[in-house]
């Protein structure tokens, strides 16, 4: 079609609409970014500062008490029992009423006695087979045959 004046060539006019479109397309992008800078506006490196320090404290107080709890926990599992701190960690329980002796031999001094069914903490076994008490009684001792063990039991 030939040129007549007014009218654009047919190209031109595309090109003419191409950037009229490109144009408005920037202009709404433009916008949304200052409407988002507004909504949201940049964070001052003091207050990002403030933010560290906030988040620093509470991973220190959070590992504080994670700390405590863990501490609590194995402080009720001594005091229950559950966890023997003495080195053999071996239990025991007397099968009758049971001497407990100063020292490892049937004429040593008496200190007290046991009652069927009472359990004991043992600290090792003497070649004579004599049991030393750590609970009750730490350091005596009690003959061997009439105790029943959780597992065996050091040599002195």
């Excluded at 003419?16 to 949304?32: E, N």
């Excluded at 402080?75 to 239990?91: A, K, M, P």
């Excluded at 007397?94 to 020292?103: D, H, N």
């Excluded at 076994?125 to 009684?137: E, I, K, S």
Aim: aromatic fraction near 4%; hydrophobic fraction near 40%; proline fraction near 6%.
């Amino acid at each position: 079609m030939p040129w007549m004046p007014g009218r654009m060539p047919h190209g031109a006019q595309q090109r003419a609409q191409k950037a009229l479109h490109d144009a408005a397309l920037a202009r709404a992008a433009q916008q949304k970014h200052l409407s988002d800078q507004l909504a949201h506006p940049p964070v001052s490196p003091a207050r990002r500062a403030g933010r560290r320090r906030t988040s620093q404290v509470l991973g220190v107080v959070a590992a504080i008490l994670l700390v405590s709890l863990i501490g609590l926990a194995i402080w009720l599992l001594i005091d229950r029992g559950i966890i023997n701190l003495n080195e053999s960690g071996v239990r025991g329980t007397s099968t009758v009423i049971l001497r407990v002796r100063e020292a490892p031999t049937a004429s040593s001094q008496i200190l007290g006695r046991l009652s069927p069914g009472q359990e004991v903490e043992l600290d090792c076994q003497t070649a004579g087979g004599w049991d030393r008490l750590v609970n009750p009684f730490e350091g005596a001792y009690v003959f061997d045959d009439y105790i029943r063990r959780s597992q065996h039991l050091e040599r002195c």
